[in-house]
């Protein structure tokens, strides 16, 4: 990208080459294993069960990757670098609460709701959830200021003041997607 000049479309056009390869290696070998077989119908159910994931998808690629470019066109560099410092904190509450939960909550979740009475487990288990996303959120608050000054140097340090307001950002979009599976 740097060496060509692209700027952006360069990162785009990576993204999609990388994405690319790996799609032509995958199905390579899942031909080789398993064979191919056209089904109009089975194509046609997994359209309509994944194109909202791809447009989700799609969104959260234009949501983690979007805001600095559109930042860097109405504000200073130390500005957009101070912001991208609090940003990657705050992902620490999807780091550390919210991938660990959906990865055993996923796995879990078609199994409570064959059982009667699943909507008070699904309740408890989003109360459990909020909770540990808010604590996580409080702590970043609380603490944000004093971790960004022992990790970094006094430039960034205004970090510490954006950094509650993207803490609960990611407070509000992981709960959104922990109701998004249902």
Same mark, same amino acid.
């Given at each position: 990208?740097?060496?060509?000049?692209?700027?952006?479309?360069?990162?785009?056009?990576?993204?999609?080459?990388? +994405?690319?390869?790996?799609?032509?290696?995958?199905?390579?070998?899942?031909?080789?294993?398993?064979?191919?077989?056209?089904? +109009?119908?089975?194509?046609?159910?997994?359209?309509?069960?994944?194109? #909202?994931?791809?447009?989700?998808?799609?969104?959260?690629?234009?949501?983690?990757?979007?805001?600095?470019?559109?930042?860097?066109?109405?504000?200073?560099?130390?500005?957009?670098?101070?912001? %991208?410092?609090?940003?990657?904190?705050?992902?620490?509450?999807?780091?550390?609460?919210?991938?660990?939960?959906?990865?055993?909550?996923?796995?879990?979740?078609?199994?409570?709701? %064959?059982?009667?009475?699943?909507?008070?487990?699904?309740?408890?288990?989003?109360?459990?959830? +909020?909770?540990?996303?808010?604590? $996580?959120?409080?702590?970043? %608050?609380?603490?944000?200021?004093?971790?960004?000054?022992?990790?970094?140097? #006094? $430039?960034?340090? #205004?970090?510490?003041?954006?950094? #509650?307001?993207?803490?609960?950002?990611?407070?509000?979009?992981?709960?959104?997607?922990?109701?998004?599976?249902?």
């Amino acid at each position: 990208i740097g060496f060509q000049g692209l700027g952006v479309r360069g990162f785009v056009y990576s993204k999609l080459i990388a +994405t690319g390869i790996g799609c032509i290696y995958l199905a390579g070998m899942m031909v080789r294993e398993v064979g191919y077989e056209w089904s +109009t119908d089975a194509a046609s159910r997994m359209w309509r069960f994944g194109a #909202p994931l791809i447009a989700a998808n799609l969104a959260f690629f234009v949501i983690h990757f979007s805001d600095r470019f559109f930042l860097s066109a109405t504000r200073s560099l130390d500005e957009v670098g101070t912001y %991208s410092l609090a940003y990657r904190f705050a992902f620490l509450i999807t780091v550390f609460v919210a991938e660990p939960f959906g990865r055993v909550w996923n796995v879990s979740l078609f199994s409570y709701t %064959s059982n009667p009475g699943w909507e008070l487990q699904f309740g408890r288990v989003a109360r459990y959830l +909020t909770v540990a996303l808010c604590l $996580a959120c409080l702590a970043l %608050s609380l603490f944000g200021e004093i971790i960004i000054r022992l990790v970094s140097t #006094p $430039a960034y340090y #205004p970090a510490a003041s954006v950094l #509650p307001i993207l803490a609960f950002a990611y407070v509000a979009r992981e709960i959104g997607d922990f109701y998004r599976n249902v």
